[in-house]
């Protein structure tokens, strides 16, 4: 199999995974692709006694012909319901990543990188912080969601427009 066929079976086992209701009541799931199909972001949201949840729980980029699992702190592991759809072991990679492979996969993103990179999203604070603008467009901020950054994803989970998801 190619890369573009395993795409739909990629798909169909997210989607299998986010129509299992979550064990608790108010936390969703939400599957973001992005446009050109080689990132499948799995999201939980929702309120669990009174914390406010919103998190990436499953990353799986497509790079170089590879299918890198990049997180997966689902319940059940998606890495098994991959292969068992079909996709080859070969072309499927759950790393424990090096420091240099880390480098390699774009995860490692400080801070001022992100200001940088997204400026238009943020705005300067009268204290000199910045913050995610409060006219962020849902696309904008699955955009940021995607860097996985655990600071970022705070920030988003408290901007009125996060419920994009």
Not at 75 to 99: H, M, T, V
């Amino acid at each position: 199999m190619t890369i573009e066929q395993y795409r739909p079976t990629i798909l169909k086992t997210l989607q299998v995974y986010i129509a299992t209701p979550h064990k608790y009541q108010n936390i969703k799931s939400q599957l973001i692709v992005s446009e050109d199909r080689n990132d499948y972001l799995i999201m939980t949201y929702g309120v669990h006694n009174t914390e406010s949840i919103h998190k990436c729980i499953f990353h799986l980029q497509i790079k170089d012909s590879k299918i890198v699992i990049l997180r997966d702190n689902t319940e059940s592991g998606i890495f098994d319901k991959l292969l068992n759809a079909g996709l080859n072991s070969d072309r499927l990679i759950y790393p424990d990543l090096s420091q240099d492979e880390i480098k390699d996969f774009d995860l490692t993103v400080s801070l001022e990188k992100v200001y940088e990179e997204h400026k238009s999203l943020f705005e300067v604070k009268a204290n000199f912080t910045k913050a995610i603008k409060p006219d962020a467009t849902g696309a904008e901020l699955v955009q940021l969601a995607k860097i996985e950054h655990e600071y970022i994803n705070c920030a988003i989970a408290q901007h009125p427009n996060s419920r994009f998801a």
